[in-house]
């Protein structure tokens, strides 16, 4: 057992690598980012250019023709749903379609639904056992097609934004297809196969077997699930999408054997959004400003993290514990290593574990909330915690230049009523569909059947799926049974408005900002790449946190965690 309060070297030296390890590949990657949706000469273009070039031919693409920002907003839409309408029907026709070794039978439609429209918005919350519900064909030619486009999507839309913050009186912001195309070719596809054979080599199960059987200790048949798990493994950590192929996610050692995959799994969840961040600040013509904005999200995912990692060493008095509590935690590799995952997939809307999030304290279940809540800005899902932070970026602006006397101004552009009121949709439509549909499941008893627990717990366990829709992360307490009709169908609205109701406001301040002219920096110009700034914005997005969420916190997790104190459970 691990003592309350004991920490040891290995852990700092193991921290110390993965904040190295990010820093070190952000300048690159970010480098090599911006070349390629500049459209630039790169080390990749020799070999796969000819393939980009034939994927236009056969789509009727003309990648030149940029499209205004509606255009582009069309495009996007029109992709998505006509991709969750077939993945709909692929999950309801899997027993007829080949990969199927295991004979499963087809996915009723609440479940499907509910599937597709996480697949689609980069959510991946799961309601079923993968090994179980879908068949390898519906996991390869299905979800993980979606691992795939919904991170790609989440790319354009960044690389959108950051075109429409450095034009100037332009009524475009890019073309939809190929930044889709160019952000799976070039990027994603090629890290993918690199994590796949690393994570394969570890040990990370890549098959296309039958379930062999195996006989347990008392001589019960037992089947072993097998699978092309590496494969979707890579793109699941790369592309933020976190549903695993096997139902203990990365907590089974068919998925996460060793720790050095495990090591693997929790770094490369931040790597397409660091670099997006560094990408934005080549294109501003500004390294500093990327940097800014990445410096505050750096140190909310430090103080996520040195909570939830000090939370979980701490005895529970409920229980009349006097060392930390191993219960639900990844016993393998460590209480570090679970506070660091759990930090990590949170902060980047990834949803994957490597333990249970139900097990954590009250104080310990209250980081993953908060780093959702807050729109999964911390580094985030690929892309959307760019454009989501920046959303931030510009509430914090106009509220400088309020507190100034001036017109507000980011990159010499000025932030004016319109761009406000789409920012301030984008960062409202999540909490609406956090607080409205947790408030309504409150009061169906039908829906609180499907609670594990009772009292604030309980009361955390519901808020804890609207946050992980609406924010587009599919994790989960782990003690609500969500595959019932009540929560496929308001999930999956909460995961679809906390998708596109986000990405619709993004695309329209692009197109906004691309037609503006740019006025050089004066005296009085706040300036937006130092440290003052960076404050400012760490202050701006807690503060609009703590406004939305406290009161329903402070039903929850926080009121659990004094009633632990005094020696409650539930």
């Excluded at 996007?76 to 080949?98: C, D, K, R, Y």
């Excluded at 097998?226 to 203990?248: D, E, R, V, Y």
């Excluded at 969500?482 to 993004?506: C, K, S």
């Excluded at 039903?555 to 104190?565: K, N, R, S, Y």
Aim: hydrophobic share 50%; with cysteine.
């Amino acid at each position: 057992m691990t003592q309350a309060g004991d920490v040891n070297l290995r852990d700092f030296l193991q921290l110390a690598l993965f904040v190295a390890g990010l820093i070190a590949v952000t300048p690159p990657l970010g480098r090599f980012m911006a070349r390629v949706f500049s459209g630039e000469p790169h080390f990749l273009s020799r070999v796969l250019t000819p393939v980009e070039r034939g994927i236009y031919r056969l789509s009727g693409v003309h990648p030149v023709h940029e499209m205004s920002w509606k255009a582009y907003a069309v495009a996007m839409l029109a992709f998505n749903i006509l991709g969750g309408a077939v993945l709909l029907v692929m999950e309801m026709t899997q027993a007829w379609l080949p990969l199927n070794p295991q004979h499963l039978p087809n996915v009723p439609f609440p479940l499907a639904f509910n599937t597709a429209v996480s697949f689609v918005t980069n959510t991946n919350w799961q309601a079923y056992s993968g090994e179980a519900t879908m068949s390898c064909f519906t996991q390869m030619a299905g979800l993980a097609v979606h691992n795939f486009v919904s991170a790609a999507t989440g790319i354009a839309i960044a690389v959108a934004l950051a075109r429409g913050l450095v034009r100037k009186q332009m009524s475009t912001i890019g073309n939809f297809w190929a930044d889709l195309t160019r952000g799976i070719l070039y990027i994603l596809l090629p890290l993918s196969i690199i994590i796949t054979i690393v994570l394969a080599q570890q040990g990370v199960v890549q098959t296309f077997a039958d379930y062999p059987t195996a006989t347990t200790l008392e001589g019960a048949s037992q089947q072993i699930p097998l699978g092309p798990i590496a494969s979707q493994m890579a793109i699941k950590q790369l592309g933020t999408n976190g549903g695993g192929f096997l139902g203990q996610n990365s907590a089974h050692p068919f998925e996460n054997p060793t720790p050095l995959t495990n090591f693997i799994e929790v770094c490369v969840i931040f790597w397409l959004g660091s670099a997006l961040v560094y990408m934005f600040g080549l294109k501003a013509g500004d390294r500093r400003q990327g940097w800014a904005i990445w410096t505050a999200m750096f140190v909310l995912f430090l103080a996520g993290l040195a909570v939830l990692w000090w939370a979980e060493l701490q005895p529970n008095p409920a229980l009349g514990l006097t060392s930390a509590s191993l219960e639900g935690k990844e016993v393998r590799f460590g209480q570090f290593n679970s506070a660091l995952f759990a930090t990590v997939t949170t902060d980047a809307s990834c949803g994957a574990v490597n333990m249970t999030h139900d097990s954590l304290s009250p104080l310990g279940g209250l980081v993953p909330l908060i780093n959702m809540m807050l729109g999964e800005v911390i580094f985030g899902g690929v892309g959307a915690g760019f454009y989501g932070m920046l959303m931030f970026v510009l509430l914090t602006v106009f509220i400088a230049g309020l507190m100034v006397g001036r017109t507000p101004e980011y990159l010499g552009k000025k932030i004016e009523a319109r761009e406000v009121t789409w920012a301030v949709i984008a960062v409202l439509a999540p909490a609406v569909m956090i607080l409205c549909g947790s408030a309504l499941t409150m009061m169906y008893p039908a829906a609180l059947n499907s609670l594990n627990n009772a009292g604030p717990h309980g009361l955390s366990e519901v808020i804890y799926a609207f946050t992980s829709a609406a924010a587009n992360n599919g994790s989960a307490f782990a003690g609500l049974n969500a595959n019932t009709g009540w929560y496929n169908y308001m999930l999956a609205l909460n995961m679809f408005v906390g998708r596109f109701a986000i990405i619709i406001p993004v695309l329209a301040i692009a197109g906004s900002l691309a037609q503006k002219k740019a006025s050089p920096p004066s005296s009085g110009t706040f300036p937006t790449n130092g440290a003052v700034f960076t404050i400012l914005l760490i202050s701006v997005v807690l503060i609009v946190g703590a406004l939305t969420f406290f009161p329903v916190l402070s039903l929850g997790p926080i009121v659990e965690h004094f009633l632990m104190q005094a020696g409650r459970t539930f």
